[in-house]
């Protein structure tokens, strides 16, 4: 790799070896998602171009504050990462890098904003006209505006993928798409925020919910303000996406009936756990197996007791776990331990394999 300094870019990117495809990414967001989506290209790359016949560039990466990048000849994930105390460009919004990139796949992994995700759904319409294939961390474009999105990007013969706005790097989307052909949806039951699972069960060892959220905020699993996970819109956009993908419901979630964690005392979780049983946040969406209606898909997520004998008991801490209920295939548990922002990097990886591969 050509040594790179903040400020400085090389002219060109290097060519690709023979019979080796490359991908041009514009990259919005470079939190913890993006950044190590681009540490593991950076690791993968020879495994990339040898076992998949892919190089990937970056010709563009946007930040909310941390300046942009604009390299419309490409470059490797080593040379964004080295560029990455600062990026040398000031600030840019999302759709003018998308117009200004030349790339051929839009990552979209900004963090969700609290307008029903209006900016990545604006992003992804740009980068569908821009004749850009797009992948989305972000779950406020498939929450809010799934059935459109996805119309729109068949209209421009472009693709949608969005592994990770669910599970991190867990497949749902994909188990039903590689793994599942003609298996319908009935329903499903999942604990989906480790927010609350960490604070419910501090709480049930005696710790008072503002301590508890203190401590679930020092370890970082919660963000400053940790209102999407506590009042269940967090859990509540899982759900709607979920439901929109696989079950072709039409909602917002704003459909979706959320109870709130906030007045869960130690007393009730210590109550609870007595009686061999743990409070868990239920996100949950049934429909009737012979309805053809999909308004009639009805979803919530709620506290719920668990016995110890409920395959959902154990998601505690960072585990994840869905069931999932099919008609073919009865019931598919899918859990992830540890989720971390690593899984999620690695969903958008997966995506990006799909999309080059066309699966």
């Given at each position: 790799m050509p040594e790179t300094t903040p400020g400085a870019m090389p002219d060109t990117a290097p060519d690709a070896a023979p019979g080796v495809v490359t991908r041009t990414v514009c990259l919005l967001g470079f939190g913890n998602v993006g950044r190590r989506f681009c540490e593991l290209v950076a690791r993968?790359?020879?495994?990339?171009?040898?076992?998949?016949?892919?190089?990937?560039?970056?010709?563009?990466?946007?930040?909310?504050?941390?300046?942009?990048?604009?390299?419309?000849?490409?470059?490797t994930a080593q040379e964004v990462l080295a560029l990455a105390q600062r990026f040398p460009d000031a600030v840019t919004p999302g759709v003018d890098l998308i117009a200004a990139s030349g790339a051929d796949l839009l990552i979209e992994a900004t963090p969700l904003d609290p307008h029903g995700g209006r900016a990545a759904i604006a992003h992804l319409e740009?980068?569908?006209?821009?004749?850009?294939?797009?992948?989305?961390?972000?779950?406020?474009?498939?929450?809010?505006?799934f059935r459109r999105l996805a119309d729109l990007a068949a209209s421009r013969g472009r693709r949608l993928l969005f592994e990770g706005t669910v599970m991190d790097g867990c497949p749902v989307f994909s188990l039903f798409r590689s793994c599942l052909p003609g298996c319908r949806l009935l329903g499903f039951d999942a604990v989906f925020n480790s927010t609350t699972n960490y604070i419910l069960d501090a709480m049930g060892e005696g710790v008072g919910f503002a301590d508890a959220l203190a401590q679930v905020q020092a370890e970082g699993y919660a963000e400053t303000d940790p209102t999407h996970d506590l009042d269940g819109h967090d859990a509540a956009a899982k759900t709607a996406a979920l439901a929109n993908v696989l079950m072709a419901a039409v909602m917002t979630p704003d459909d979706v009936a959320k109870d709130s964690v906030r007045d869960v005392t130690p007393e009730r979780v210590a109550r609870t756990r007595a009686a061999g049983r743990r409070l868990r946040v239920v996100c949950s969406a049934t429909t009737d197996e012979v309805a053809t209606d999909t308004s009639r898909v009805r979803a919530a997520v709620r506290l719920t007791e668990l016995s110890g004998e409920h395959p959902l008991f154990s998601a505690s801490g960072s585990t994840l776990s869905v069931l999932l209920h099919t008609d073919l295939m009865g019931t598919i548990q899918v859990a992830e331990r540890d989720a971390l922002p690593e899984q999620t990097a690695y969903a958008v990886y997966a995506d990006l394999l799909a999309i080059h591969e066309g699966h």
């Amino acid at each position: 790799m050509p040594e790179t300094t903040p400020g400085a870019m090389p002219d060109t990117a290097p060519d690709a070896a023979p019979g080796v495809v490359t991908r041009t990414v514009c990259l919005l967001g470079f939190g913890n998602v993006g950044r190590r989506f681009c540490e593991l290209v950076a690791r993968k790359t020879d495994e990339l171009a040898d076992g998949h016949g892919l190089r990937v560039l970056f010709s563009a990466v946007g930040t909310g504050s941390h300046g942009s990048l604009l390299a419309p000849h490409g470059l490797t994930a080593q040379e964004v990462l080295a560029l990455a105390q600062r990026f040398p460009d000031a600030v840019t919004p999302g759709v003018d890098l998308i117009a200004a990139s030349g790339a051929d796949l839009l990552i979209e992994a900004t963090p969700l904003d609290p307008h029903g995700g209006r900016a990545a759904i604006a992003h992804l319409e740009a980068g569908f006209a821009h004749g850009l294939d797009a992948i989305t961390v972000n779950k406020g474009p498939i929450a809010w505006d799934f059935r459109r999105l996805a119309d729109l990007a068949a209209s421009r013969g472009r693709r949608l993928l969005f592994e990770g706005t669910v599970m991190d790097g867990c497949p749902v989307f994909s188990l039903f798409r590689s793994c599942l052909p003609g298996c319908r949806l009935l329903g499903f039951d999942a604990v989906f925020n480790s927010t609350t699972n960490y604070i419910l069960d501090a709480m049930g060892e005696g710790v008072g919910f503002a301590d508890a959220l203190a401590q679930v905020q020092a370890e970082g699993y919660a963000e400053t303000d940790p209102t999407h996970d506590l009042d269940g819109h967090d859990a509540a956009a899982k759900t709607a996406a979920l439901a929109n993908v696989l079950m072709a419901a039409v909602m917002t979630p704003d459909d979706v009936a959320k109870d709130s964690v906030r007045d869960v005392t130690p007393e009730r979780v210590a109550r609870t756990r007595a009686a061999g049983r743990r409070l868990r946040v239920v996100c949950s969406a049934t429909t009737d197996e012979v309805a053809t209606d999909t308004s009639r898909v009805r979803a919530a997520v709620r506290l719920t007791e668990l016995s110890g004998e409920h395959p959902l008991f154990s998601a505690s801490g960072s585990t994840l776990s869905v069931l999932l209920h099919t008609d073919l295939m009865g019931t598919i548990q899918v859990a992830e331990r540890d989720a971390l922002p690593e899984q999620t990097a690695y969903a958008v990886y997966a995506d990006l394999l799909a999309i080059h591969e066309g699966h």
